[in-house]
């Protein structure tokens, strides 16, 4: 992780007031050595030479490998992450890290819990396949307002894990965020706007695209499974917020080049606010 010069310090020298959040999700799919053409090596400038273009202040990965993370710690110079693999807690396994972009924020907090019945310790909940996790993150932006910001991946199986991690999701943001400050949930949750998770999450939080002024803009889908034919009905990631945060901007973002594109789901980027 880098080290960045304090908030405070930059307070001192820089009073400007910063007013809105740009914010991205996106699943860069794990370093898959059977990928072929479109394995890691192969894309890896590409992910990084897209944050760095859309210059999001705060970004939840998902399938990140450790591997992954230490490449995009040291092309995304700007940013550091928060995070820890899903299997031990440390480096094992995929992670869902935040970058924060330490010239816009400090980091005041940070943790991870596992989306099980013992969120506390690596485990596999419920009907999931695989263990699952939610790292968060409490910052502090340039004008001094807090914002606790959440990044998880649900299970793509286990239909009873995917609405338990929601209620577990809510259960945690309303025990962690006693202050009220704003919150931005970021995440692949496999599973459509629809489903009964989507709806669970929305009982304390806005889906962004439901919520943007600007009209949206993009492919209703983000998954293309690298085939960028697809016509990309099927809408799995998400950013969602608080009620006291308003969307000026929602975007998919489809890029494709030489026929190819850079991951097998397509990043979600907005524009935010905290409402006056």
């Known amino acids: 992780m880098k080290i960045r010069p304090s908030l ?59 591997s992954q993370l230490v490449y995009l710690d040291s092309a995304l110079t700007s940013h550091t992450y928060v995070g820890v693999g899903r299997e031990d807690g440390a480096e094992a396994g995929e992670y869902s890290p935040l970058l924060i972009d330490t010239t816009r924020y400090e980091i005041l907090s940070s ?65 962690m965020n006693r202050s009220s400050y704003p919150v931005i949930l970021t995440g692949d949750l496999n599973t459509l706007p629809s489903s009964a998770p989507i709806a669970h999450l929305n009982t304390i939080l806005n889906d962004s695209k439901k919520i943007s002024i600007k009209e949206p803009y993009g492919p209703e889908g983000t998954l293309n499974g690298f085939d960028v034919s697809n016509p990309l009905h099927d809408r799995i990631d998400y950013i969602l917020v608080s009620d006291d945060m308003e969307v000026l901007e929602y975007a998919v973002i489809s890029e494709v080049r030489a026929g190819r594109s850079p991951s097998d789901h397509l990043p979600v980027l907005v524009k935010t606010r905290r409402k006056n």
């Open 111 to 175: 943790g991870t819990f596992w989306l099980s019945d013992t969120p506390g310790k690596p485990s596999v909940g419920w009907d999931a396949a695989l263990e699952r996790i939610c790292t968060w993150v409490r910052v502090r932006d340039l004008s001094g307002q807090p914002y606790f910001v959440l990044n998880t991946h649900f299970d793509h199986r286990g239909e009873l894990a995917r609405l338990r991690s929601a209620q577990l999701l809510t259960q945690k943001i309303r025990e």
């Open 8 to 66: 405070s310090l930059i307070l001192i020298l820089l009073p400007v007031c910063i007013s809105a959040q740009t914010v991205m999700s996106y699943n860069i799919r794990y370093d898959n050595p059977n990928d072929g053409i479109d394995t890691w090596q192969n894309r890896k400038d590409w992910v990084a030479d897209q944050i760095r273009y859309y210059d999001p202040g705060i970004v939840g990965l998902q399938e990140v490998l450790h």
